[in-house]
């Protein structure tokens, strides 16, 4: 892992209209922190000297400064402001890319992030030049097309999570591409581009926070980790 640089875009977009809260998802209180500092010291730990990039609202960036300093202590974080979706979001954080190596694009909305699921896509992203990890349908799936449902095999399907990884030379020039509304992850991006993805095994624990029984899931599972 010496020698390659290695970057996380940490993408915190949150507003906290669905979880209820006047503050912003990203800065509510898990675990003792800020939401947000849990995905930043798992990347810090996982591959130490990772260049570390948190992309927020404009409006949040003096609030985030604020809690790193708190809480964060010495990593070394650069905050940017994000665009008007994900998508140019992470386009505004890939503008901090400036060297070779690989880039990891993570959900700050995601804290259960795991040094060892982040070492399992860098290592696969090094082979492939992608690792987007995900996860086996466990429940019952249907689709319904004008109030008709039909089953859906479920073996085929599979949740994706993040970080979705990728070498610098494949997601950098897939993000100068035109915005298109079916851009809705990093991999679907990559592969309008024309480059093929790879699938590595994600993990049940690396939950996005989006509702209030999300916060009570991630607060029973980091006290089950500690």
Same mark, same amino acid.
């Given at each position: 892992?010496?020698?390659?640089?290695?970057?996380?875009?940490?993408?915190?977009?949150?507003?906290g209209?669905?979880?209820?809260?006047?503050?912003?998802?990203?800065?509510?209180?898990?675990?003792?922190?800020?939401?947000?500092?849990?995905?930043?010291?798992a990347?810090?730990? #996982?591959? +130490?000297?990772?260049?570390?990039?948190?992309?927020?609202?404009p %409006?949040?960036? =003096?609030?985030?400064?604020? @809690?790193? !300093?708190?809480?964060?202590?010495?990593?070394?974080v650069?905050?940017?402001a994000?665009?008007?979706?994900r998508?140019?979001s992470?386009?505004n954080?890939?503008?901090?890319?400036?060297?070779?190596g690989?880039?990891?694009?993570?959900?700050?909305?995601?804290?259960?992030?795991?040094?060892?699921?982040?070492?399992?896509?860098?290592?696969?992203?090094?082979e492939?030049g992608? #690792?987007? +990890?995900?996860?086996?349908?466990?429940e019952?799936?249907r689709m %319904?097309?004008? =109030?008709?449902?039909?089953? @859906?095999? !479920?073996?085929?399907?599979?949740?994706?999570?993040?970080?979705?990884?990728?070498?610098?030379?494949?997601?950098?020039?897939?993000?100068?591409q035109?915005?298109d509304?079916?851009?809705?992850?990093?991999?679907?991006?990559?592969?309008?581009?024309?480059t093929?993805?790879?699938?590595?095994?994600?993990?049940?624990?690396?939950?996005?926070?989006?509702?209030?029984?999300?916060?009570?899931?991630?607060?029973?599972?980091?006290?089950?980790?500690?």
């Open positions: 892992m010496i020698g390659i640089q290695k970057y996380a875009v940490i993408v915190a977009g949150g507003k209209t669905r979880m209820g809260a006047i503050v912003p998802k990203q800065f509510l209180p898990l675990h003792g922190k800020p939401l947000l500092c849990h995905p930043i010291q990347f810090a730990d #996982a591959l +130490p000297g990772i260049h570390i990039v948190l992309v927020l609202p %409006d949040q960036l =003096g609030s985030a400064r604020t @809690v790193l !300093r708190s809480y964060i202590g010495n990593i070394n650069t905050i940017v994000g665009g008007e979706t998508y140019h992470v386009q954080g890939l503008k901090e890319v400036n060297d070779d690989i880039v990891f694009v993570h959900d700050g909305a995601r804290p259960l992030i795991s040094t060892e699921l982040i070492r399992r896509c860098y290592v696969r992203a090094t492939n992608s #690792a987007i +990890p995900a996860v086996p349908v466990t019952s799936v %319904d097309e004008n =109030g008709i449902s039909t089953p @859906v095999n !479920r073996e085929q399907l599979r949740i994706i999570q993040t970080p979705q990884t990728f070498r610098t030379e494949i997601i950098l020039p897939a993000f100068e035109e915005y509304p079916s851009f809705t992850d990093e991999a679907t991006v990559v592969e309008a581009f024309g093929k993805v790879y699938l590595v095994e994600g993990m049940r624990d690396n939950i996005k926070v989006t509702n209030p029984i999300d916060m009570i899931i991630a607060e029973a599972l980091m006290k089950d980790r500690s």
